[in-house]
């Protein structure tokens, strides 16, 4: 698998620091690890896990709105 181990916005873009353990991983200059653009991660991203303290501050945000878009249609 691979995890997201750094991160920083540059030229309007966020970019992630992925470490792979693949075997595809080593080639390059830096070995075990890509330079992944937002979009891309986006793309490709199926599961992401959190740390258990950040799990509340982004359930409070959906919720949030989540009543919003309800209230909304209403």
Do not use: C, N, P
Not at 40 to 59: E, N
């Amino acid at each position: 698998g691979i995890h997201a181990v750094g991160f920083t916005h540059k030229y309007g873009h966020d970019w992630f620091l992925i470490k792979d353990s693949g075997r595809s991983a080593r080639r390059g200059k830096l070995k075990g690890y890509y330079i992944f653009r937002d979009d891309y991660v986006k793309l490709k991203m199926l599961t992401i896990l959190v740390h258990r303290d950040g799990v509340a501050k982004l359930m409070d945000k959906y919720e949030k709105m989540h009543s919003q878009v309800a209230e909304s249609g209403k």
